[in-house]
């Protein structure tokens, strides 16, 4: 089969198109013929071995541990091992797969879910990391309530547009930003207000000519410090931060890390840092969401397996709107 591997860390030169051996399905995993996955932040941290730490953790110290990239994954079901139940071959699918940038891949059923019939194998690959980030971010760490105004930082990208209508869905009053180019599509998602951060800093907001408060921040960006954020958050307000930029030494994270939980000590807001985790809870929700039609996924590109260093490289220029697809036919 066909697949994008990679030997070495490095820029997205680094990732080769090749044949290589289609993975034989163990007793608890399924085998997915790959129809579409989504390109993530995660995807180029592996690529690059940094922040250094995901070398320590994950990915391996002086080389990659595993060849394969890719996490988000929506395909057909192509065989089963003896012990699944959930699933048979034929079965439309979607969720968490290492190893997706390929023609074939294999998971555990635990960490998949069946695809809506209305919604594309391309929509479906773009819910892994990106929606339950989101929904996780906005209900567990965030505590969202109905009638709070929340906001979201970053809500043209991957995690802010799934946000936006998730938060929604919980009955928030939902105020996003984002640029000039991208504030109708964050409109039309169903933010009830827009911040073009080209015209104005959501943390210098004149209250006394309309500035709000906010209940909750998901912060997507991490491009504004802790105290300037708490500027803006009501008394009992919360902070939660879910990407940002890095670096090799995760500088700005670790910063955030550490003041955050000071911050929250000494006052009654709170500031948080987290990383989502695999739920099939969490997909079950979202396989609902989707089906109802509360939440649809924002497709900015679609690229070929062939050209997932091209995906990549448009995904780190920082500009994609909503989701970078991979599409296989």
Known sequence: M???????YGSPDVLKFEEIEKPAVADNQVLIKVRAASVNPLDWHFMRGTPYVVRLIMAGLLKPKDKRLGVD???QVEAVGRNVTQFKPGDEVFGACRGAFAEYACTSESALAMKPDNVTFEQAASIQVAALTALQGLRDKGRIQPGQKVL??????GVGTFAVQIAKSFGAVVTGVCSTRNAEMVRSIGADR???YTKEDFTQQDFTKGGQHYDLILDC?????????RRVLTP??????????????????LVRAITGPVLSRFGSQKFV?????????DLAIMRELLATGKVTPVIDRCYRLSEVPEAIRYLEEGHARGKVVITLE
């Not at 979201?152 to 990208?157: D, E, K, L, Q, S």
């Not at 960006?221 to 954020?229: D, I, M, P, T």
């Not at 009992?236 to 994270?253: A, D, E, L, N, Q």
């Open 2 to 8: 066909k697949a994008v591997v990679y030997y070495n």
């Open 73 to 75: 994954v929506a395909g």
């Open 152 to 157: 979201i930082n970053g809500a043209a990208g």
């Open 194 to 196: 827009v911040i073009d």
């Open 221 to 229: 960006v991490g491009n504004h410090s802790l105290l300037a954020c």
């Open 236 to 253: 009992k307000g919360i902070h939660v931060g879910v990407g940002g930029t890095s670096g090799p030494w995760m500088v700005g994270p």
């Open 273 to 281: 840092t987290f990383m989502a985790k695999s739920s099939k809870e």
